[in-house]
């Protein structure tokens, strides 16, 4: 329809009116005059066959009743009428009063009619136009663009206003997105939304209400108004909808008009704050709202309603980061569902991918997704093929959220993976490069509605999506030494700064307590602090203050593999932070229901045996001293759409890639480096013996005699931080090698296994002041958003960007073959992890949870040194190729200066 010849040759028309006002205005500006002289236009066409009758009417009536317009509106056959005897015609009659004749003209409009030109602020605009002497000209253009319902119908006109609105907003640089959504999505949208209910809206009289809570144009009332229709000619469907842009409210509400709805149900201004259709409920409700906008203008409002309203206003589930308001709007059209018991309500809306991930367990997005899963609301989601959309390449979503499931949907939430459900345009229209055809659509709505699982369809229980937060403590053991950084830290502490002030300035901690000191502790080792104490009263000669002991005694504390096991006072072990991890424990497959506090659930023997288990099989064969603090557990929820359709493909036989070398050069390093470092993690290169299924997704089968385990467990994990730039003195003098994403660079190829040196440096300032950390010389550094999946070791003591996941090796793990196995890995951990709405970014909780084979160290050493000389080889071929490319690349070009020179011999060339 949108590609109709009626919707060209007008769009073309009134696109060509443009050509009048450059110079006069910039292009960005050309949609301030043309949007609202196409509704202008429009309701005079529409108002022409019944023009008559009204002036006589009003003639006749005037001063006479007193609400007069009813009877007008009666007159024109339409929801709004025009009382003045001009009209687009007869404006161009009088050209030296045309800028009064048109607001004359304009003000004779009814009160709704008029509301909605006056948003377009077409006032301003023929002021100017009548400066520029431009005004005669643009109204005798569009006095000449037929514009009557029997040559264009409400339905085309919606299309031509979008067709417009896309073109005005790609010259103003805007997002024609946040306007209006593509017609195939929509109507996509709109089947889901009504699928469940066919046989209910087929019957005669129906009459069924639907809220768009950021309707832009409209487009999705007239859709769903129109696929409502198709399957009842006799339903009825009263849409309302609100709007925050006063052009785009302006439009949707002029479509209203023509269409014979009541177009008071469009409401300017912003949901959030203004909500415009308070205490209302509706059976269906759809949205496309903006993607990824920030609501710090409503911050106020949105949290004082959460706070003192609760659940019995709109965001009681919980507040989303400041710069995505999407669950917003989700709960926003939640608060306007019927309840089940007056038959419920369904809505859908279109989402990017951060509301099915972004949020750890206990944050505001987390709780939300919990809200609405274990209330059983989730009835779906479904995948869309990136590049839909004409703003954004972003992959988008469909959530079909509903009150009232049918029987067989109750307690699961179906996953349907569309992606591949696309036709490529023959001509890209901003960002959108691609469209759902009508049998796309429907193989899509048939999947939906038989409910059955297949390679494209997965069906879960809610609590599939729940998981378990856990944070896992090992004791703490720690030994007491003196070092010149806690003498440091002890002169800046308030104990000794007190003391300084009397007669103790004469010393210096170093004086006192250092190599040279004069009490001789230097370098002594204690297992508990009393011994320290005692050790320190002994010698202290009467001079050093007994707060000043203690103060250094907590300096010089410092967690130590082999240091002595700490208790509290009840006699239980204490925890050391250093190495506190968090596991992600899968929810006990029971059926859950939502409730504001779970802490009841948690304490459940359910709940406590689920972490339990899976410390008993999954950490404690590793770290048999590890326990899990429960008071700490949290829920989380998410959806991770992308890792339930993953299907691992294997690395291609080394065979099979040599083949085509010549015809792929540009590719040969990467994927003979990769089947290279994958069949020696998987072990080609490991001794004889049997093998078994791996653990891992990216392995098929690992020697029978190898470990498969949580790489937390072998290493530790860190990652980097960013000091603030505003304190120009942290930035000052740096002399700390800093990776960030501008490493990738050097990383890209595979050919370097460490880095040495970094384009930027950090101070030392800068890392007191930050969350970095200085790594040690062999740390194992994984890029994980941006440039993601790149990898390669620390050359020396170097700190990262927050960019980075950091691995530092304990005793069982080389780097090495870490840094193999990241490379290896990395097909899968993009194809399975990776999430992201503008770039692909791997979250710390999928690489907290990452899992490595773990030969015998000797293996190890072997599969390395195997792998290194096969890249090396492959190295040297890909140098050759490249060497002779260059070759025939310089034959080519001598070729083609022969030819062009007659130094070309030509005899035989034709045969």
């Not at 369904?346 to 949020?359: C, D, M, W």
């Not at 709780?367 to 989730?378: A, M, S």
């Not at 995948?383 to 109750?410: C, E, G, H, M």
């Not at 550094?781 to 700190?799: D, P």
Request: aromatic share 8%; proline share 5%; with cysteine.
């Amino acid at each position: 329809m949108s590609d109709s010849p009626t919707i060209r040759n007008h769009a073309a028309f009134i696109w060509s009116v443009a050509d009048l006002l450059r110079g006069d205005y910039k292009q960005s500006e050309y949609g301030k005059v043309i949007l609202p002289l196409v509704v202008l236009r429009r309701l005079d066409c529409v108002l022409d066959a019944t023009k008559a009758q009204v002036l006589a009417k009003h003639k006749s009536l005037a001063g006479k009743i007193e609400n007069i317009e009813p009877v007008l509106q009666a007159a024109a056959g339409q929801q709004f009428f025009n009382t003045s005897p001009l009209d687009f015609k007869r404006l161009l009659d009088d050209p030296t009063n045309l800028a009064d004749n048109v607001r004359a003209y304009i003000a004779a409009f009814s009160l709704a009619a008029r509301d909605v030109i006056e948003k377009f602020d077409l006032a301003t605009q023929i002021a100017k136009l009548d400066r520029a002497n431009l005004l005669f000209l643009v109204i005798s253009k569009f006095a000449d663009i037929d514009l009557h319902t029997d040559a264009v119908s409400n339905i085309e006109m919606g299309y031509l206003y979008e067709e417009l609105i896309r073109r005005f907003s790609e010259l103003s640089n805007e997002t024609a997105g946040e306007h209006f959504t593509p017609r195939e999505v929509v109507r996509l949208m709109v089947n889901l939304l009504f699928i469940e209910d066919e046989n209910v809206l087929t019957k005669p009289g129906t009459v069924r209400t639907l809220l768009d809570p950021a309707c832009g144009t409209g487009g999705m009332l007239s859709v769903a108004e129109d696929h409502l229709r198709q399957l009842n000619p006799a339903a009825r469907l009263e849409v309302f909808g609100q709007e925050l842009n006063a052009e785009t409210f302006a439009i949707c509400r002029s479509d209203l008009m023509l269409k014979g709805q009541d177009a008071s149900h469009i409401v300017l201004g912003n949901s959030f704050s203004e909500d415009g259709h308070a205490d209302s409920k509706f059976d269906y409700l759809l949205a496309n709202p903006p993607f990824g906008v920030e609501w710090k203008k409503v911050e106020g409002v949105v949290k004082t309603e959460a706070e003192t309203k609760g659940l019995a206003g709109r965001f009681g589930a919980g507040t989303p980061r400041i710069n995505d308001g999407s669950f917003l709007f989700l709960q926003h059209m939640v608060s306007k569902m019927k309840p089940a018991e007056e038959g419920g309500s369904r809505l859908a809306i279109v989402f990017n991918g951060s509301p099915l991930f972004t949020g750890a367990a206990g944050s505001g997005e987390s709780e939300i997704r919990r809200w609405i899963i274990e209330n059983d609301w989730l009835e779906a989601v479904v995948a869309l093929p990136d590049s839909l959309f004409y703003n954004t390449a972003i992959s988008t979503y469909f959530w079909i959220v509903t009150n009232r499931k049918s029987k067989q949907r109750r307690g699961k939430v179906q996953l349907i993976d569309a992606r591949e459900s696309f036709v490529k345009m023959r001509r890209s229209l901003g960002e959108k490069r691609k469209e759902i055809s009508a049998d796309q659509i429907e193989e899509i709505t048939r999947r939906y509605g038989d409910f059955t699982e297949n390679d494209n369809v997965k069906i879960f229980p809610n609590e599939t999506f729940g998981y378990l937060r856990v944070t896992v403590e090992r004791p703490l053991r720690v030994r007491w030494r003196i070092t010149d950084d806690a003498l440091v830290a002890l002169e800046k502490s308030k104990p000794w700064r007190k003391w300084a002030e009397g007669p103790g300035s004469r010393f210096t901690a170093s004086g006192v307590y250092g190599a040279d000191g004069s009490l001789g502790h230097w370098g002594q080792t204690w297992d508990n602090a009393d011994d320290m104490q005692n050790a320190l009263c002994e010698n202290m000669g009467g001079g050093v203050p007994i707060e000043i002991i203690r103060e250094l005694i907590k300096l010089c504390a410092t967690s130590d593999p082999d240091g002595v096991l700490q208790f509290d006072k009840k006699g239980n072990p204490l925890p050391d932070p250093d190495v506190r991890d968090n596991e992600n424990v899968a929810l006990p497959s029971m059926p859950v229901t939502w409730v504001a506090d779970p802490t009841e659930r948690l304490a459940t023997i359910e709940y406590r045996n689920a972490v339990e288990d899976y410390l008993r099989t999954e950490v404690q064969p590793y770290v048999p001293d590890a326990w899990a603090d429960h008071d700490k557990t949290r829920i989380g929820y998410e959806i991770p759409l992308t890792r339930h359709f993953y299907r691992y493909v294997p690395p291609r036989p080394l065979a099979e890639i040599d083949s085509e070398i010549k015809a792929l050069e540009a590719e040969i390093q990467r994927l003979l480096a990769q089947s290279v470092m994958s069949t020696a993690v998987g072990g080609g290169s490991a001794r004889g013996g049997s093998f078994r299924p791996a653990e891992c997704s990216w392995l098929e089968a690992v020697p029978s005699h190898w470990r498969e385990v949580k790489l937390t467990l072998v290493s530790k994990l860190g990652s980097g931080h960013t000091p603030s730039r505003q304190h120009q003195e942290w930035w000052e003098n740096p002399t700390i090698p800093w990776i960030t994403t501008g490493e990738v660079a050097q990383m890209r190829s595979d050919q370097i296994e460490f880095i040495t040196e970094t384009r930027e440096m950090i101070s030392e300032l800068g890392m007191a002041n930050s969350s970095a950390t200085l790594h040690p010389a062999g740390t194992v550094v994984l890029c994980r958003t941006a440039s993601a999946g790149y990898s390669a070791i620390m050359g020396r003591a170097m700190a990262t960007s927050q960019d980075f996941a950091t691995w530092t090796c304990g005793p069982l793990l080389r780097p090495r073959f870490l840094l193999l196995c990241l490379r290896a890995m990395r097909q899968d951990l993009l194809g399975r992890l990776a999430m992201g709405s503008t770039h692909q970014t791997i979250y710390m909780p999928d690489i907290e949870s990452l899992r490595v084979p773990l030969p015998p160290l000797d293996e190890q050493d072997r599969i390395v040194e195997s792998a290194h000389r096969g890249l090396v080889a492959l190295d040297a071929t890909v140098t050759k190729l490249r060497a002779q490319m260059t070759l025939l690349l310089e034959h080519r070009h001598a070729l083609t200066l022969a030819a062009v020179t007659g130094g070309l011999e030509l005899q035989g060339v034709a045969g």
